[in-house]
């Protein structure tokens, strides 16, 4: 009647595009800050405070790979 699979199967599917979407803000933002059109990471976080993005960058990538994991 059921189908908890199927529902799992979509969650999983959102939380990993979630994930891959947070990472690849700070991606694009990098990218851009190399161009010049936005201000550079280093300029708004300062060096010591780099490691904030990295950090949501990595965690983004992490939960894309356990929701993305056996798909």
């Known amino acids: 009647m059921f189908d908890c699979h199927a529902e799992k199967g979509r969650l999983r599917?959102?939380?990993?595009?979630?994930g891959i979407a947070v990472a690849?803000?700070?991606?694009?933002?990098?990218l851009l800050g190399w161009f010049g059109w936005v201000p550079?990471?280093?300029?708004?976080?300062g060096v010591a405070g780099m490691r904030t993005p990295a950090a949501?960058?990595?965690?983004?990538l992490l939960l894309a790979a356990i929701a993305f994991w056996e798909w």
């Open 13 to 18: 599917t959102a939380v990993g595009i979630f």
């Open 24 to 30: 690849s803000c700070f991606f694009i933002w990098l």
């Open 40 to 45: 550079s990471m280093v300029d708004v976080f």
């Open 56 to 60: 949501v960058t990595v965690a983004g």
